[in-house]
T-cell receptor
């Protein structure tokens, strides 16, 4: 079956702009999580959505937001981009987020200049 | 204190040896625990999950969990050069995975 699909793979944005990243989970998976990965901080949890509701939230500023649609697809938005937002953004999906592990997508590499 | 701590690497073992990766976590909420493998330039790949105290074996991999000690480990038997990667421990707080900094494993032929 198809894995977790993230688009786009690469993005270059300018400081102050906003960006939207997309994630299509594995069919049947209802939980979608987002992570930021940087060399210095490692993998950090952004938020998790389950059945269109944000169930968990990490310690990121309000500029980072997300949503989940009725088909479980999810989007993540970052407004007023800063240089420090340059990172690999990973989406992961799971059937329910508790009884099984998460499968990660290939990620979106965001560069802010 | 970090929420999840893993033994610092890099860990270097000869081919065919046992690689031992350790992880301690600070919360008492997590009920499931995962080990991910991440090759350079790739996304994390789930290799083991464990939910109960004790051992769980899957091929060359054995995960061990001790909730009382807040400790989880991963043993890789008969290590192969293809096992060279960063291994990430992740307790699951109800849909929120908290990752350790990872342990880089290098298996020398």
């Amino acid at each position: 079956k198809a894995g977790v699909t993230q688009t786009p793979r690469y993005l270059i944005k300018t400081r102050g702009q906003q960006v939207t990243l997309s994630c299509s989970p594995i069919s049947g998976h209802r939980s979608v999580s987002w992570y930021q990965q940087t060399p210095g901080q490692g993998l950090q949890f952004l938020f998790e959505y389950f059945s269109e509701t944000q169930r968990n939230k990490g310690n990121f500023p309000g500029r980072f937001s997300g949503r989940q649609f009725s088909n479980s697809r999810s989007e993540m938005n970052v407004s007023t981009l800063e240089l420090g937002d340059s990172a690999l953004y990973l989406c992961a999906s799971s059937w329910d987020g508790t009884s099984d592990g998460y499968t990660f997508g290939s990620g979106t590499r965001l560069t802010v200049v | 204190q970090k929420e999840v701590e893993q033994n610092s690497g890099p860990l270097s073992v000869p081919e065919g040896a046992i690689a031992s990766l350790n992880c301690t976590y600070s919360d008492r909420v997590s009920q499931s625990f995962f080990w991910y493998r991440q090759y350079s330039g790739k996304s994390p790949e789930l290799i083991m999950s464990i939910y109960s105290n004790g051992d769980k074996e899957d091929g060359r991999f054995t995960a061990q969990l001790n909730k009382a000690s807040q400790y989880v480990s991963l043993l890789i038997r008969d290590s192969q050069p293809s096992d060279s990667a960063t291994y990430l421990c992740a307790p699951n707080q109800g849909g929120k995975l908290i990752f350790g900094q990872g342990t880089e494993l290098s298996v020398k032929p």
